[in-house]
């Protein structure tokens, strides 16, 4: 079973930074893309940044230019950079990840959530 601890979340102002970081357990599970996604109050869950194996980035236009995510494959690791931000970015940020099981099976998993919260 794979499962998510994230980190790094906070309040900042606007125009600040901050970093999240999210840490994988795969056990006998394999993970391919990894990523950040964002919920507020009656809103859906929407992609913010995702990475691929290989590097390959993704990222939504409302935060293109500003945030950046990495990952660490060796230590099943992907981390955001949010500079810039501005109080549209609040909510929760949660951490997924594409997991594999040994008979092939995939699913998504999620974290459990960090809040982010900008001030203006």
């Known amino acids: 079973q794979v499962q998510l601890v994230e980190s790094g979340g906070g309040s900042v102002q606007a125009g600040g930074s901050l970093r999240l970081s999210c840490v994988a357990s795969?056990?006998?599970?394999?993970?391919?893309?990894m990523g950040w996604f964002r919920q507020t109050p009656g809103k859906q869950r929407d992609m913010v940044a995702i990475?691929?194996?290989?590097?390959?980035?993704h990222y939504a236009d409302s935060v293109k230019g500003r945030f950046a995510v990495s990952r660490d494959s060796d230590r099943n690791t992907v981390f955001l950079q949010m500079n810039n931000l501005n109080p549209e970015d609040t909510g929760v940020y949660y951490c997924?990840?594409?997991?594999?099981?040994?008979?092939?099976?995939?699913?998504?998993?999620w974290g459990q959530g960090t809040q982010v919260t900008v001030s203006s």
């Open positions: 997924w990840t594409e997991a594999a099981a040994p008979g092939g099976r995939t699913s998504n998993v």
């Open positions: 795969v056990g006998d599970f394999s993970i391919s893309g």
């Open positions: 990475i691929n194996r290989i590097g390959i980035t």
